[in-house]
């Protein structure tokens, strides 16, 4: 994969998370939705971390899908944990050197045994002596945050953070910055969108896709390296991009099959690359439909349902009731419908998503556009090929 860094972006973030910039809300929040495998983790960490280091800045990185078995809870403390024992592994030392069991950092009595590992301090205590220690800010970058809202320990955990924010921040100093990254805009939203939310009040914003200037870079790449494609069209280059889903994995992996020697390629590669973006649009969706026709009738009428209705879906309420018989052709209890629910988040992989709360979700959000395309187009829902016995019920 090619390196290309968004300096210019990096710098706009740090400065609005650093609370200079004249208007926005970041230096309370940065909430960044953007779709799957179009590069914000690759921001996050090959971008916006070392900028906000080079600022000055101590930064905690955790991602909370790196290991989807352990609690979202655990895996915020471990991280901070990390960076705290180089920070306080020298005071460890020397106090245990001088016999002592306890103590005392930025005002509070630390075990020496535990430091480091965050256990018997708050998350509050533990961001406070990071930055008492390091004697800088510290922003704490939790890629995937909307995962948090998965446990019990992940929702106490970001409503730590909201608290632990207001505690380390006065105004005109930003001790803390908090940075939650989503690849579900409408599942980060459910960190601020309600009175009950951890950070009710703040916004989520779209990060911006990757776009002609990327796309200026890549030609460039390939000019220099086949001065034979001279001058690359770089408006059908952009336009196949965007069939990708603008996710540059997919996009260069398509460019590097349609310039190899064993492609054998006559004529211009541009148009090439569009086509492999149609193949590839039509594998996706080819892929949901497979998903779907797959299921049983209830479960079909269920993910219908929350397809349909998205942030506004209620599973059991008398409406989703008349839905799931409407569809099935007979009567779908609430305990029917949960078992519905409980078998498309135990599939593999997962189509819907449940919080701690009870609520639920769409696993891929791209799923909700496929079936946005078909609605419109007077398609949905998706017919089994001739021949197929529909799915029996248990």
Excluded: C
Excluded at 100 to 114: A, H, I
């Amino acid at each position: 994969m090619i390196a290309f860094p968004r300096t210019a972006l990096a710098q706009e973030l740090v400065i609005a998370l650093q609370g200079k910039a004249l208007l926005g809300d970041a230096h309370n929040g940065l909430f960044l939705a953007a779709p799957r495998r179009t590069g914000k983790s690759t921001f996050l960490q090959g971008d916006l971390r070392p900028a906000l280091q080079a600022a000055g800045v101590v930064v905690v990185y955790v991602d909370l899908w790196a290991d989807a078995r352990r609690d979202p809870g655990g895996l915020i403390a471990e991280a901070i944990a990390r960076d705290l024992q180089p920070q306080l592994g020298l005071v460890a030392r020397t106090a245990r050197k001088a016999g002592l069991d306890k103590v005392k950092l930025g005002g509070l009595e630390v075990d020496t045994s535990k430091i480091g590992k965050v256990d018997g301090l708050t998350l509050t205590e533990a961001l406070r002596l990071l930055h008492e220690s390091a004697g800088q800010p510290v922003a704490l970058i939790i890629d995937e945050a909307q995962h948090a809202l998965t446990s019990e320990a992940g929702e106490a955990a970001m409503t730590a953070l909201k608290s632990a924010r207001d505690q380390l921040n006065q105004p005109g100093t930003v001790n803390l910055m908090l940075v939650m990254s989503g690849s579900d805009r409408d599942k980060l939203l459910r960190l601020v969108n309600t009175a009950g939310a951890p950070f009710y009040g703040s916004q989520v914003q779209r990060m911006p896709p990757l776009g002609p200037d990327f796309i200026a870079h890549v030609s460039a790449l390939v000019e220099a390296q086949r001065p034979d494609l001279q001058p690359v069209d770089q408006a059908t280059l952009q336009q196949a991009f965007e069939m990708f889903g603008s996710r540059p994995q997919f996009f260069m992996a398509a460019l590097g099959q349609v310039l190899s020697p064993l492609a054998a390629l006559t004529g211009r590669f541009e148009p090439a690359m569009r086509e492999a973006a149609q193949e590839q649009q039509a594998q996706d969706e080819a892929q949901m439909e497979s998903d779907y026709l797959g299921l049983k009738p209830t479960e079909q009428a269920v993910l219908w349902r929350l397809l349909a209705q998205g942030s506004r879906y209620r599973p059991y309420d008398a409406d989703a009731l008349r839905f799931y018989r409407d569809k099935t052709g007979h009567p779908v209890s609430p305990a029917q419908a949960q078992k519905a629910l409980e078998a498309l988040r135990q599939r593999m992989p997962a189509l819907v998503w449940k919080s701690a709360r009870g609520e639920y979700a769409l696993q891929d959000a791209a799923m909700h556009r496929w079936f946005e395309t078909l609605a419109a187009a007077d398609r949905w829902p998706p017919a089994a090929p001739q021949g197929l016995l529909p799915f029996d019920e248990d």
